[in-house]
């Protein structure tokens, strides 16, 4: 194990970075993508990508070995996606990681999958429920960003 992964930092700028990335490879995959997006039971999921098929991929973002034993909230957010993955820093030790999830591993530049997810399809209905949330929450978002008088 990595002596300088083990005890780094979770900086606000590794976790943009990480989360930039993932974002940069999902894109370049064809799905559509928004970060710190609510669900339901209460959690935050730090990427959820929405496909052209609609599918739904949920990535949870760790980006030091602290972050990853602090946070066990992750099995929360398997009933709300089809796949669900863990991404990291290239220095992260992923023999850390569950192996019930998928593997990402990013930079400010992008992404490569590591592992692949199980796939675990959504009930037609939480599909419909979340599209439709990803959806106005998506334009909820850019009309924001037109408009920043109405916040």
């Given amino acids: 194990m990595d002596d300088d992964a083990d005890t780094a930092v979770a900086t606000p700028e590794r976790t943009r970075q990480v989360t930039r990335g993932v974002c940069r490879y999902l894109s370049n995959l064809g799905y559509c993508v928004l970060t710190e997006f609510s669900l339901k039971n209460g959690r935050r999921a730090d990427v959820i990508g929405l496909g052209r098929d609609g599918d739904v991929v949920i990535v949870e973002v760790k980006t030091s070995v ?16 089809d796949q669900l993955f863990f991404a990291t820093p290239h220095d992260f030790p992923l023999e850390l990681l569950p192996d019930a ?27 419909r429920v979340l599209t439709l949330k990803f959806a106005r929450k998506a334009s909820q978002r850019l009309h924001d960003l037109t408009d920043p008088r109405r916040n």
Wanted: aromatic share 10%.
């Fill in 101 to 127: 999830c998928g593997i990402l591993v990013a930079d400010n530049w992008g992404g490569d999958e590591i592992r692949p997810a199980d796939v675990s399809p959504l009930h037609a209905s939480r599909r």
């Fill in 66 to 81: 602290a972050d990853l034993k602090a946070d066990q909230k992750w099995p929360d957010y398997a009933e709300f996606c």
